[in-house]
T-cell receptor, first 113, second 113 residues
Framework: EAQVTQNPRYLITVTGKKLTVTCSQNMNHEYMSWYRQDPGLGLRQIYYSMNVEVTDKGDVPEGYKVSRKEKRNFPLILESPSPNQTSLYFC????????????FGPGTRLTVL | AQSVTQLGSHVSVSEGALVLLRCNYSSSVPPYLFWYVQYPNQGLQLLLKYTTGATLVKGINGFEAEFKKSETSFHLTKPSAHMSDAAEYFCAVSALNNNDMRFGAGTRLTVKP
């Protein structure tokens, strides 16, 4: 089954404790992206990747890092999480932007205390 | 850069009534337009998209949208609402010269019995 998987689905952590949210897709997509969803703000792009070893900032990259060492994986790293990073995070992939459908993962709900 | 405005953060309709969710976009180049739906505790899934060609686009679950360049709009409609349509709906825009997709703030649709 074609899908985007994210782990963990739920995470509660404390300020400053480094964490990684994994994202993996099995559709051989070149393009992958991370979004955060906040009430009233819709989805805002954090980082995206056009292909292996090619990443770029989205609208809200501060406080996040990404890497793309393999085509299928695109982890999101929070080196020192802060409470304002409490949010719902989605990973997405597509064959090639911009006219193609993006496939979304189920989301990771992160709470930073 | 592109942007999207969704008019109305909440829309409530009765079962069987017309659904109309409004989306206006801003783009300096021909846009690609999308509607996504998000059911509770799930990721986003594509309802329909417009890239080129016919301006009236039909999607899943009986939804359709019409691209109106003169009005910079891409409103989503469904003739008869069903209880299962209750969800949050996001309009999104991208373009040929961009590597990202911009989402609106979302419209939560409630369907009353």
């Amino acid at each position: 089954e074609a899908q985007v998987t994210q782990n963990p689905r739920y995470l509660i952590t404390v300020t400053g404790k480094k964490l990684t949210v994994t994202c993996s897709q099995n559709m051989n997509h070149e393009y992958m992206s991370w979004y955060r969803q906040d009430p009233g703000l819709g989805l805002r792009q954090i980082y995206y990747s056009m292909n292996v070893e090619v990443t770029d900032k989205g609208d809200v990259p501060e406080g996040y890092k990404v890497s793309r060492k393999e085509k299928r994986n695109f982890p999101l790293i929070l080196e020192s999480p802060s409470p304002n990073q409490t949010s719902l995070y989605f990973c997405a992939s597509s064959a090639n932007p911009p006219g193609y459908e993006q496939f979304f993962g189920p989301g990771t709900r992160l709470t930073v205390l | 850069a592109q942007s999207v405005t969704q008019l109305g953060s909440h829309v409530s309709v009765s079962e069987g009534a017309l659904v109309l969710l409004r989306c206006n976009y801003s783009s300096s180049v021909p846009p690609y337009l999308f509607w996504y739906v998000q059911y509770p505790n799930q990721g986003l899934q594509l309802l329909l998209k417009y890239t080129t060609g016919a301006t009236l686009v039909k999607g899943i679950n009986g939804f359709e949208a019409e691209f109106k360049k003169s009005e910079t709009s891409f409103h989503l409609t469904k003739p008869s609402a069903h209880m299962s349509d209750a969800a949050e709906y996001f309009c999104a825009v991208s373009a040929l010269n961009n590597n990202d997709m911009r989402f609106g703030a979302g419209t939560r649709l409630t369907v009353k019995p």
